[in-house]
Structure formats: structure tokens, C-alpha cells
């Protein structure tokens, strides 16, 4: 299973971008890399998904370098709702949905 | 509408009983999860199952038992022998076991062991 590594926590401040980074160094030829995104007490809901190179939708975009051993969330001009916690899992076909502890995200005004 | 149904959201219970939380799911989804988190911390994977009447252990399941005798269905039972059940339990499903699909979450049961 392609373990996956993000930052602990970050700060932004509204209006700005954020990049959050997720490096899962023995992916698989045949896996995709996942976001979510979780508020307090709710359950973790989908953002984004790809395989290579850039995918955008409406809420952010993901890019995942050649050789896919890492991809980064990108969220645009974030707002104080953006606060949440951001996991990156990578899809296998054994798919076990393992999560790792996460990225905090603190947007402040 | 279509979606992942936890109940209740809250619930509490006496050390030493056995408790069982409620999924269902009409999403027609093959895979079925089951999570535990505690404050401040990420998913931790209890149990998981693929299809009906087969399930696998997770990352932590000592303590648990589950039950997939049909596809909507994947109740969890904490049990006595679970050291420290009190958390925020999260169940999840997936449309079939490969790479590139998404998961849908419930909203959660937070289970209060007093």
C-alpha cells in the first residue's frame, strides 16, 4: 500500500492561494490520488481526484508531477470556510482507504 | 435521495456494554468502511468488506465486530473488550473496490462510553 506524508498543519489568510503538498513515493502504476476534506464532526467529503498531470474543478485544482510521486491540492483564493482538514490518499484496487493523520488548514482573516 | 445514513448521531452507552452503530447505504455500492476518529487525529480503518457476506480486518480491530449480510447494510458492534471506545465513529462506502472512484462518508456517530 503507497503510504502517504503531508504537512501536519498550515496558515493562510483570505483571498490567498493555498498549496498543500502529499508525497506517496511507492504509488502504483494503476492507482489514482484522492482529496478530501473534513469540518469538525462531519464526515470527509470529496474535492478532487487524478492520475498525471493537472486536473481542475471547480472548487480546486491538482497537480501530480511525471513520475507521480507526489501530487499538490491547490485551492484558489481561499475563504474563512476553507478551514478544514485535508487528507490524500492514494486509490489502490485492494483498497484498504487508508488516511493518514492529515493537513490542518487555518484560514484567518 | 441517494446517500450513507449513520444513527444515531449520538449515543450513549455504560462501560462493559456491547453497542452497535447503524450504516445504510442506497448508493448500490459494493464496498463498505468502517473508521474511528479521535480528537484532533485522523481515520483510523476498524473494518472493511467488499461485498456481501465477506469482510476484513483493518488497521484496528480489536474490540469490533461488524456484519455484511446485506449491500445496503454494514453495521459496527463495539464491543466490551474494546479498551476505550468513546470516539467519533465514521462509516463510508465506495462503488466498487478499484482506483478510481470516490468514497461518500456518513455523518457520524459519536459514541460517549461512560
Known amino acids: 500500500l503507497a503510504k502517504t506524508t503531508q504537512p501536519v498543519s498550515m496558515d493562510s489568510y483570505e483571498g490567498q492561494e493555498v498549496n498543500i503538498t502529499c508525497s506517496h513515493n511507492?504509488?502504483?502504476?494503476?492507482?489514482?490520488i484522492t482529496w478530501y476534506q473534513q469540518f469538525p464532526s462531519q464526515g470527509p467529503r470529496f474535492i478532487i481526484q487524478g492520475y498525471k498531470t493537472k486536473v481542475t474543478n471547480e472548487v480546486a485544482s491538482l497537480f501530480i508531477p511525471a513520475d507521480r510521486k507526489s501530487s499538490t491540492l491547490s485551492l484558489p483564493r481561499v475563504s474563512l470556510s476553507d478551514t478544514a482538514v485535508y487528507y490524500c490518499?492514494?486509490?489502490?484496487?485492494?483498497?484498504?482507504?487508508?488516511f493518514g493523520g492529515g493537513t490542518r488548514l487555518m484560514v484567518k482573516p | 435521495d441517494g446517500g450513507i445514513t449513520q444513527s444515531p448521531k449520538y449515543l450513549f452507552r455504560k462501560e462493559g456494554q456491547n453497542v452497535t452503530l447503524s450504516c445504510e447505504q442506497n448508493?448500490?455500492?459494493?464496498?463498505m468502511y468502517w473508521y474511528r476518529q479521535d480528537p484532533g487525529q485522523g481515520l483510523r480503518l476498524i473494518y472493511y468488506s467488499q461485498i456481501v457476506n465477506d469482510f476484513q480486518k483493518g488497521d484496528i480491530a480489536e474490540g469490533y465486530s461488524v456484519s455484511r449480510e446485506k449491500k445496503e447494510s454494514f453495521p459496527l458492534t463495539v464491543t466490551s473488550a474494546q479498551k476505550n471506545p468513546t470516539a467519533f465513529y465514521l462509516c463510508a462506502s465506495i462503488d466498487r473496490p478499484l482506483s478510481n472512484t470516490e468514497a461518500f462518508f456518513g455523518q457520524g456517530t459519536r459514541l460517549t462510553v461512560v
Open positions: 511507492n504509488i502504483a502504476t494503476n492507482d489514482y
Open positions: 448508493l448500490n455500492h459494493d464496498a
Open positions: 490518499l492514494v486509490n489502490n484496487a485492494g483498497n484498504m482507504l487508508t
